[in-house]
């Protein structure tokens, strides 16, 4: 054999080489491919179920069972109307005092019905604040990201369009 063939001969077992993995690789692809399709599928058929049971939740005729059973209510009453004449004065309510009444000539006896309304706000704990991540976890991270990038976690990432 001549110096110039064994040249060629690497070069030949090299692309055969690259051209099996290269195969391998399309065909591990096209799995993942098939495989998203499929969940696209899947997830498509979830949505319809999931808005056909929304449509069913807030059905108005059901929403209004529900809430005369658990909340007591229901149809309105003239009984549970005031006017906003009838309500109490924040001033007045905070000085100790009532609210000034005047009488009219016409006067009617749901005028004296008043409604009770809660006045006292309660405040919410207070959240704590969101810590960031330190400077070395957020090291650690990237670098395994450049290291191992097949990782769990790292593909979510990687298949973002």
Known sequence: MRPAQLVWIPLVVGVGVSMFLLKYKVQALEDVLVAKQAQVVRDRGAIRVLEAEWTYLNDPERLRE???????????????IADINSLPMRGAAAEGGAAPESAPANHNPLDDIK????TELR????????????????????????LFPTAA?????AERP
């Open 153 to 157: 976690g790292a593909t979510a990432l």
């Open 66 to 80: 529900l809430s005369a059973q658990y909340l007591g209510f229901g149809v309105p009453a003239v009984v549970n």
């Open 115 to 118: 409604p009770q309304f809660q």
């Open 123 to 146: 405040s919410l704990p207070a959240a704590p604040a969101p810590r960031s991540p330190s400077v070395v976890s957020v090291s650690v991270a990237r670098l395994q990201r450049l």
